[in-house]
């Protein structure tokens, strides 16, 4: 018996397009927001910022029969950061494609500019990891090492020998080190965490290491086959944006609309003893 198949009314099936676009994927921004903010510093003229840094004294002995002592001579010391980053993100729609269109692909493809640009920022601010040499990088410089205590313990000594305050420290780590972490029964177990339940149910959407809160990032560098893990103090890493992310339109030279947004910053290290770098390797096992 003869039917009449979808295939036969093809040309009649009507086909649907959902009105709204899903979202581009961007990475979380978390280091921008936790280092040293100079924004309001670099909003004026100029392209270079000087931090000043105040010396530590040195304590002495008063000789008991005369009162007398030595006056200490000390220097003010400062580090630079130089506005000299300026990214952009821009689009320019033919006009046909803006008017056949149903979505306004103006407002559409304009929602991804601000949280590229703020990405951006912090994958310039985790590059800082190659300027931070005063502190020797922990971790197999070959390979990466499995980050764990062998890690994390001797990172938090080296800080705290420097006298650096607890506070305001933060970890700053790439998706394998945690996940590195959720396959030691030291991290997940309830009767070893001493949560109440094992982060196994609760997840690490608020990883805190010792006291020290952590935060994970795609944007974590690579160099060669390692991925660059830091823990910093607050003052340590330094960003001032000069002219914050803003979008605009373009005048219009051909039958299309360009627009973009911009972005004017500017990174550096503050306190280079106040950044511990570690090597994690890039794999589970």
Known sequence: MAQITATELCAAIVE???LVALKALFAKIVAKSRILNVTEDVQGMGDIMHLKINPVPTVGDITASTGAYTAEAVTITNTDLTVNKWKYVAHDVVDIARYQSDIDAIENFSQAF????????DKDIFALWSSATTNAEIGDATNGSTFDDNIIIPAGL?????DIPLEDRSWFLPPVAVSQLQKNDKWV??????LPKSVRTTGFL???IYGVPAYRSTQIATS????????IHQNGLMV???RNISVEKFARTQFSQPFAASVLYGVAIARNNHVQVCDIKTTLT
Do not use: E, H, V, Y
Not at 189 to 194: L, M, R, S
Not at 224 to 231: D, S
């Open 224 to 231: 060669g086959t390692i991925r660059k893990a830091m823990l």
């Open 158 to 162: 080296i800080l705290d020998n420097l």
């Open 240 to 242: 001032g944006i000069q």
């Open 114 to 121: 601000m949280p590229a640009l703020g990405q951006q920022i």
């Open 206 to 208: 608020n990883l805190d």
């Open 189 to 194: 177990d309830a009767d070893k965490t001493g």
């Open 16 to 18: 649907r397009w959902r």
